[in-house]
């Protein structure tokens, strides 16, 4: 169906449709809009079922419809999100402990209240093309503010979680009376289910800039409440002369946005955003240095894993950082390296060889030779089998012969590269 179908039987029953939120921020930031979100006024569920037979009800607690809606992009029709217009009140704590009312009477100007920022506030009329705005949501989009739109902000604590979310996304500094409607959250915040939490993450991750997610919820002091593995880097001094930028925490953020800058795989980012955790536990009488820290991260990690589940491929790949990122740029024994390559493919499937080098390369300011090839000779290695073995070995012995084999292609390419 394409938009002005279902624009024309939706004005034809009565009602008015609208664009809602990220896609027409984007629109007025000259950006390419990401997928429509729609919002019907002026219908109730029962009319517009009758109008699109073939929409699904997936809203529980309010009326939300799936419909097939091409988007005039060339790329075809899909199931796009139709809501009702709804207001809120607040009924319990967290994110659903909300009544949610959605008829007919209810206008676009209330359903728009009900959001989080300003800039997520603006709808379009597609009868018209007019813009909605009445909360100066594309006077903060031309400023580079976020903003909240109400003191509403607060009624869903994760809220904040996504402003600095989208403060990440946007590059946009928040107003002081977002900083404060976030502080406000820190209650309730505590007691969201840690799934909700680490949405947010793997969102913030996928910006260009995710050390700005956490640098908004520290300034709102919920950085220790909702990620205290991060919080706990901070104040942790390092050798000035290794690290000029300052503390563990800053180092990590620094760390974690030059990944970003090179690959978009999230879970690179995140081994990227634990290589450090160790230095959260170093006592204060051993800093500036941080010995042991490796060992130490892995049982940060683990205990991160504890109160909040992580998605297993994060901490294979993050692990796999964490107890190498050290050790790495420091071999120059040709069976260390070998052994290290082998290590790198067996977890190539969480974490690309090629990602592997970003991050170490970016920790250490560049990478050594070995691993600039290292693709090179993990493929050499790669192509010794068991079964090129000589007939007459059997057993373990196969195995073993793969094994100087392999060290012997290491060996031979390191010939020609190291120093």
Same mark, same amino acid.
């Given at each position: 169906?394409l938009e002005?179908?279902?624009?024309a039987?939706?004005?034809?029953?009565?009602?008015?449709?609208?664009?809602v939120?990220?896609? !027409?921020?984007d629109?007025?930031?000259?950006?390419? =809009?990401?997928?429509? @979100?729609? *919002? *019907?006024?002026?219908?109730?569920?029962?009319r517009?079922?009758?109008?699109?037979?073939?929409?699904?009800? &997936?809203?529980?607690?309010f =009326?939300?419809?799936l419909?097939p809606?091409?988007?005039?992009d060339?790329?075809? #029709?899909?199931?796009?999100?139709?809501?009702?217009?709804?207001r809120?009140?607040?009924?319990?704590s967290?994110?659903?402990?909300f009544?949610?009312e959605?008829?007919?009477?209810?206008?676009?100007?209330? @359903?728009?209240?009900?959001?989080d920022?300003t800039?997520?506030s603006?709808?379009?009329?597609?009868? #018209?093309?007019?813009?909605?705005?009445?909360?100066?949501?594309?006077?903060?989009?031309e400023?580079g503010?976020?903003?909240?739109v109400?003191?509403?902000?607060?009624? @869903?604590?994760?809220? $904040?979680?996504?402003?600095?979310?989208?403060?990440?996304k946007?590059?946009?500094?928040p107003?002081?009376?977002?900083?404060?409607?976030m502080?406000?959250?820190?209650r309730?915040?505590?007691?969201?289910?840690?799934e909700?939490i680490?949405?947010?993450?793997?969102?913030a991750?996928?910006? @260009?800039?995710?050390?700005?997610?956490?640098r908004?919820? /520290?300034?709102?002091?919920?950085?220790? %409440?909702?990620?205290?593995? &991060?919080?706990?880097?901070?104040?942790?001094t390092?050798?000035?002369?290794?690290?000029?930028?300052g503390?563990?925490?800053?180092?990590?953020m620094? &760390?974690?946005d030059?990944? $970003?800058?090179?690959?978009?795989?999230?879970?690179?980012?995140?081994?990227?955003?634990?290589?450090?955790?160790g230095?959260?536990?170093?006592? !204060?009488?051993?800093?500036?240095?941080?010995?042991? /820290?490796e060992?130490?991260?892995?049982?940060?990690?683990?205990?991160?894993?504890?109160?909040?589940?992580?998605? #297993?491929?994060?901490?294979?790949?993050?692990?796999?950082?964490?107890?190498?990122?050290?050790?790495?740029?420091?071999?120059?024994k040709?069976?260390?390296?070998?052994?290290?390559?082998?290590?790198?493919?067996?977890?190539e499937a969480?974490?690309?060889?090629?990602?592997?080098?970003?991050?170490?390369g970016?920790?250490?300011?560049?990478?050594?030779?070995y691993?600039?090839?290292?693709?090179? &000779?993990i $493929?050499a290695?790669?192509?010794?089998s068991? #079964? %090129?073995?000589?007939?007459?070995?059997?057993?373990?012995?196969?195995?073993?012969?793969?094994k100087?084999q392999?060290?012997e292609?290491?060996?031979?390419?390191?010939?020609?590269?190291?120093?």
């Amino acid at each position: 169906m394409l938009e002005a179908e279902f624009v024309a039987r939706v004005k034809e029953a009565g009602g008015n449709a609208f664009v809602v939120g990220g896609w !027409v921020r984007d629109f007025l930031r000259g950006e390419k =809009p990401e997928d429509k @979100d729609y *919002v *019907v006024t002026g219908l109730d569920v029962e009319r517009f079922r009758r109008i699109f037979p073939e929409g699904i009800l &997936i809203g529980r607690s309010f =009326p939300v419809f799936l419909l097939p809606i091409d988007a005039a992009d060339g790329r075809g #029709s899909r199931q796009c999100e139709v809501a009702m217009a709804r207001r809120e009140s607040k009924s319990g704590s967290g994110y659903r402990g909300f009544s949610a009312e959605a008829d007919r009477f209810i206008t676009i100007e209330e @359903d728009l209240y009900r959001r989080d920022l300003t800039v997520n506030s603006i709808a379009m009329d597609l009868h #018209s093309g007019r813009i909605v705005d009445l909360y100066g949501g594309r006077a903060d989009i031309e400023a580079g503010v976020l903003r909240p739109v109400s003191e509403r902000f607060g009624e @869903d604590p994760v809220r $904040a979680l996504r402003a600095a979310r989208f403060a990440a996304k946007l590059g946009y500094r928040p107003a002081p009376e977002l900083i404060s409607a976030m502080d406000k959250c820190r209650r309730e915040l505590r007691e969201e289910p840690g799934e909700r939490i680490l949405g947010e993450l793997k969102k913030a991750l996928a910006t @260009d800039r995710p050390s700005l997610f956490f640098r908004l919820l /520290h300034s709102a002091g919920l950085l220790e %409440d909702t990620f205290p593995e &991060i919080h706990a880097l901070i104040g942790k001094t390092q050798p000035e002369a290794y690290h000029p930028e300052g503390d563990a925490f800053e180092h990590v953020m620094l &760390i974690v946005d030059q990944v $970003a800058g090179q690959t978009k795989n999230v879970t690179a980012r995140f081994a990227a955003l634990c290589h450090d955790l160790g230095k959260g536990a170093t006592p !204060v009488e051993m800093l500036p240095h941080h010995y042991g /820290h490796e060992a130490k991260g892995l049982e940060v990690l683990a205990g991160w894993n504890r109160r909040v589940t992580l998605p #297993s491929v994060w901490l294979k790949a993050a692990r796999f950082i964490i107890s190498q990122h050290m050790r790495a740029p420091r071999l120059s024994k040709p069976p260390k390296i070998c052994e290290l390559l082998l290590m790198m493919k067996a977890v190539e499937a969480e974490l690309p060889v090629g990602d592997t080098k970003i991050i170490i390369g970016a920790d250490n300011r560049g990478l050594p030779p070995y691993l600039e090839h290292a693709e090179e &000779i993990i $493929a050499a290695m790669g192509r010794i089998s068991g #079964s %090129d073995a000589p007939r007459n070995l059997t057993g373990r012995k196969i195995g073993d012969w793969v094994k100087r084999q392999q060290l012997e292609a290491c060996r031979q390419i390191l010939e020609n590269i190291m120093p």
